[in-house]
Nanobody
Framework: QVQLVESGGGLVQPGGSLRLSCAAS????????MGWYRQAPGKERELVAV???????NYEDSVKGRFTISRDNAKNTVYLQMNSLKPEDTAVYYC?????????WGQGTQVTVSS
């Protein structure tokens, strides 16, 4: 069982920045494929960014050039640096870990972009 704990959400003005963190349990974090997803009110959960165990990344089109996903295997942590935030980025952001047949989720952290 993998436990994921997100942090770093909050209220930010349009154009601002936030960095989300997701701390994972376990001794084999470096083998996990990690991702950030988000779910806005009334919408389905969508993929934002992923980073695999080799460090390759992929982004949803609307966040390309604004968001950066990274990982620190020594700290068992994955990050999502979010710049130039827009009101449409408002959502609950969830961390996901995939390894083998396992698929694990954090509890989510709220990001609100509003003036």
């Amino acid at each position: 069982q993998v436990q994921l704990v997100e942090s770093g959400g909050g209220l930010v003005q349009p154009g601002g920045s936030l960095r989300l963190s997701c701390a994972a349990s376990g001794s084999i974090f470096r083998f996990y494929d990690m991702g950030w997803y988000r779910q806005a009110p009334g919408k389905e959960r969508e993929l934002v960014a992923v980073i695999n165990s080799a460090g390759s990344t992929n982004y949803e089109d609307s966040v390309k050039g604004r968001f950066t996903i990274s990982r620190d295997n020594a700290k068992n942590t994955v990050y999502l640096q979010m710049n130039s935030l827009k009101p449409e980025d408002t959502a609950v952001y969830y961390c996901n870990a995939g390894y083998g047949l396992g698929d694990y989720w954090g509890q989510g952290t709220q990001v609100t972009v509003s003036s």
